[in-house]
């Protein structure tokens, strides 16, 4: 056996062969072969999705690899979620710098843990040798399903009238980002100057287990996907929060050609839950500017949907976390309301690949 084919067989056949035994009815053909083979029910429909990690990029130069694989599934079965379907099986694409050969069992431990967690197989992939010098890069296609009668949540389906809401805490992840980049010392890569004793501010107050979840978010992301099945047929718009809530609220606005505002009152609350006594107490000079963190902050991996007001959508929110932060009008573009001064656009500021200043996230 080759080199690479004993990797694959090491890596990714074997450790995961449990997982497609599990599923063998959808999968009657996986790793091994030049194609595998997915079936689905009868009056089921295919949902795909797929995504590119970049060393350099999308993690930290030393980074743990299995927090990586982790994260590149999750982050992928988080589309699905958004648009309310179920796992169904994945693909791994590697393009494997030589330096980076050693850490692959520990991407590949990540990838399970996050596979086996959601219940998404690994049915097949390639592996390939990158030049010297090039990144680590891991590409993940998703498949999921349906039932024929669901046709998503379409960025273009919100309407006039419904109400915009989010699960969990949006701004989380932002929080271990900013965690992060100051435990190495770099706090300055993704905080002006000028604001870092805001942040120190804020920090003094956060208590212990919110930073601890703060930093699980952000590397161990859980999508939401038990609430995506469940807005079938309730939700209108729905998106999976990776950009920043208001870069990715422009995205339904753009779509559904209508204006979306959002309450800072509901957002602040929600911090203000979280926080407790300390966000009264403490707070009071710069919960603007954590609100302004949360707008732009990426990586939470919450769903983020409109959706028309029913009775439901009531009982769904205690379920599942859910908060209404806003509704849907006429007109165009994201707008914050505050209850003081009134409406203002809201300032976007997420990640663009494609931007000349684009630095690591
Ligand atoms: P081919 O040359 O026909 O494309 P490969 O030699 O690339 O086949 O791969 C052999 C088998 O190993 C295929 O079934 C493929 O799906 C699987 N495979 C290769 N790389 C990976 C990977 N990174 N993850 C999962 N399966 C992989
Ligand atoms: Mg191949």
């Known amino acids: 056996m080759t080199a690479e084919f004993e990797f694959i067989e090491r890596c990714f056949r074997e450790p995961f062969s449990g997982l497609r035994a599990k599923h063998a009815g959808l999968l009657p053909v996986g790793i091994g072969d030049d194609c595998a083979a997915l079936e689905l029910p009868k009056g089921e429909r295919l949902w795909v999705s797929t995504d590119t990690l ?3 990029i999308h993690w930290f130069d030393g980074h743990r690899l299995d927090d990586v694989g982790f994260k590149a599934l999750a982050s992928n079965l ?4 958004a648009a309310g379907a179920t796992p169904v099986a994945f693909t791994l694409n590697l393009a494997v710098p030589s330096t980076a050969f050693t850490q692959l069992p520990d991407l590949a431990q990540g990838l399970l843990e996050a596979a086996t967690q959601y219940d998404c197989p690994l049915v097949g992939g390639d592996t390939t040798r990158m030049v010297t010098g090039g990144p680590l890069t891991l590409s993940i296609t998703v498949f999921g399903r349906s039932s024929l009668a669901h046709m998503g949540f379409l960025r273009s389906s919100a309407q006039v009238g419904d109400g915009l809401w989010v699960s969990g805490l949006p701004g989380l992840a932002r929080l271990g980002l900013l965690l992060e980049y100051q435990r190495r010392g770099q706090l300055s890569a993704v905080l002006p100057e000028a604001e870092h004793p805001q942040f120190n501010a804020f920090l003094s107050k ?6 601890q979840t703060a930093h699980d978010r952000l590397h161990r992301p859980a999508p939401r996907l038990a609430l995506g099945v469940a807005l079938r047929g309730k939700a209108h718009a729905c998106l999976d929060l990776s950009d920043g809530l208001s870069g990715d609220a422009q995205h339904i606005a753009r779509q559904s050609q209508c204006q979306l505002i959002l309450n800072e009152d509901a957002l602040e609350a929600l911090w203000s839950k979280a926080l407790g006594q300390a966000y009264t107490d403490g707070l009071a000079d710069i919960h603007g500017w954590w609100l302004q963190q949360v707008l732009i902050g990426g990586d939470d991996y919450e769903l983020f949907f409109s959706a028309p007001e029913t009775a439901s959508m009531a009982t769904l929110a205690s379920e599942y976390d859910l908060t209404c932060v806003g509704e849907v009008v006429q007109g165009q573009g994201v707008l914050l309301h505050n209850p ?6 809201v ?3 997420s990640y663009d690949h494609f931007q000349p200043w684009a630095s690591t996230p």
């Open 54 to 56: 970049v060393a350099g």
């Open 340 to 345: 003081l001064s009134g409406l203002r656009p």
């Open 347 to 349: 300032q976007s500021q």
């Open 78 to 81: 988080s589309d699905l979620a």
């Open 206 to 211: 956060v208590p212990e287990h919110i930073t």
